[in-house]
Nanobody, 115 residues
Framework: QVQLVESGGGVVQPGGSLRLSCAASGNIWRFIWMGWYRQAPGKERELVAVQSRNGVTNYGEAVKGRFTVSRDNIKNTLYLQMSNLRPEDTAVYYC?????????WGKGTLVTVSS
């Protein structure tokens, strides 16, 4: 059973930084990619960043140059370092892993960027 648990969300001022973590458990060692998506109130879920098994990374246009995704294969943990946060980054951030049998999602962690 695959489980993804996000942490690290909270309230931050514009221009600030946060690091999100996604602890993965279960049989994910043959994952295709892992990544982050977000959903703001009243909007559709959108790509933040995904990273393939061999490290190829794609970022959403809205976060390029500000967010960095990384992975600790020993700890089975995915990270999202967010810098220069803006109010429009306010959203629930979801961890995602794609396996051969489909997509798995965490329950999300809320990030609020507000002064």
């Amino acid at each position: 059973q695959v489980q993804l648990v996000e942490s690290g969300g909270g309230v931050v001022q514009p221009g600030g930084s946060l690091r999100l973590s996604c602890a993965a458990s279960g049989n994910i060692w043959r994952f295709i990619w892992m990544g982050w998506y977000r959903q703001a109130p009243g909007k559709e879920r959108e790509l933040v960043a995904v990273q393939s098994r061999n490290g190829v990374t794609n970022y959403g246009e809205a976060v390029k140059g500000r967010f960095t995704v990384s992975r600790d294969n020993i700890k089975n943990t995915l990270y999202l370092q967010m810098s220069n946060l803006r109010p429009e980054d306010t959203a629930v951030y979801y961890c995602n892993v794609r396996l051969v049998d489909g997509d798995y999602w965490g329950k999300g962690t809320l990030v609020t960027v507000s002064s």
